[in-house]
């Protein structure tokens, strides 16, 4: 008989960035990825290999990252329990899906990625590191206004830091806006690709302009200049979640695993 062909397995996973530097691999740094691929080696008792398909810089939360990997048997029916098992408590398998799709791949089939960035002004201790103690006066209309004139450009050069392996820096936005959420501020973005720390960039060059640093048509000019070193990365990792990874309807087939 031929030999049975694998499986390709997608497996929703969130954790607390503050644990890993980054989600990708390097070297002997601990990363999500890599305790991702320690964990269903074990489990699996062959060496395994994960897809992300968004990487998340270091002290960057994930509520939803999807990976993908290729298994010939199938999976045990409490596979998700048992990897759970052996993650940290930093780390956690939400769900496990097959898809319909030939050659299915995590990171260039995902129509759009969502971003979520925490401010509060109150200090609290329970959202430190979790968010970012921003106890500055801001102004809110002109904050929406910023949100609203990233939606109407493509070219983010200006938000991309400059050591990355990117070939064009045009990416489509499909939201941008900020919205109160109890003491805290959010801004949410959602777009079908991201630059390496685009989305903190976004978030600390608008905040400039809310208090007062740069005017609306400077901010314009600041997107049109290409130019980094125009824009602000300096806002922490620890308040910026990634908050879904969307792919097209029908693509995912959630299995049922304990």
């Known amino acids: ?30 990363t999500v990825q890599g305790t991702l691929n320690k964990a269903l080696s074990t489990l699996l008792r062959r060496p395994v290999e994960t897809f992300g398909a ?4 270091e002290g960057v939360h994930a509520l939803s990252n999807m990976y993908h990997f290729d298994e010939v048997q199938d999976l045990h029916p409490q596979f998700r329990y048992k990897l759970n098992a052996i ?9 496990i ?15 759009s990625r969502r971003y979520r960035y925490r401010i509060y002004k109150k200090k609290n201790p329970f959202l430190y590191e979790r968010a970012l103690f921003y106890p500055f006066s801001i102004d809110r209309d002109t904050l929406n206004k910023t949100a609203e004139v990233i939606k109407e450009y493509h ?31 959010h801004y949410v973005v959602e777009a079908n690709r991201f630059l390496r720390g685009m989305v903190r960039a976004l978030v600390g060059t608008q905040l400039q302009v809310a ?8 901010f314009r000019k600041i997107i049109e200049a290409k130019d980094c070193t125009n824009a602000d990365f300096s806002v922490a990792g620890h308040g910026l979640y990634l908050e879904a990874v969307n792919y097209p309807d029908d693509y995912l087939v959630q299995l049922d695993l304990k």
């Open 1 to 30: 008989m031929p030999d049975k062909l694998p499986m390709r397995y997608f497996i929703e996973v969130c954790y607390d960035g503050n644990a890993f530097h980054g989600s990708q691999i390097q070297g002997e740094l601990l």
């Open 54 to 57: 968004s990487r998340t810089d």
């Open 87 to 95: 993650l940290p408590h930093t780390m956690s398998v939400q769900n």
């Open 97 to 111: 899906y097959t898809s319909t799709k030939d050659e299915a791949n995590a990171r260039f089939d995902a129509t």
């Open 155 to 185: 070219d983010f050069e200006t938000f991309s830091k400059r050591n990355t392996q990117s070939f064009t820096f045009l990416c489509t936005i499909f939201q941008s806006y900020w919205e109160d959420a109890g003491d805290e501020l």
């Open 211 to 218: 208090r007062g640093k740069y005017t609306l048509d400077e």
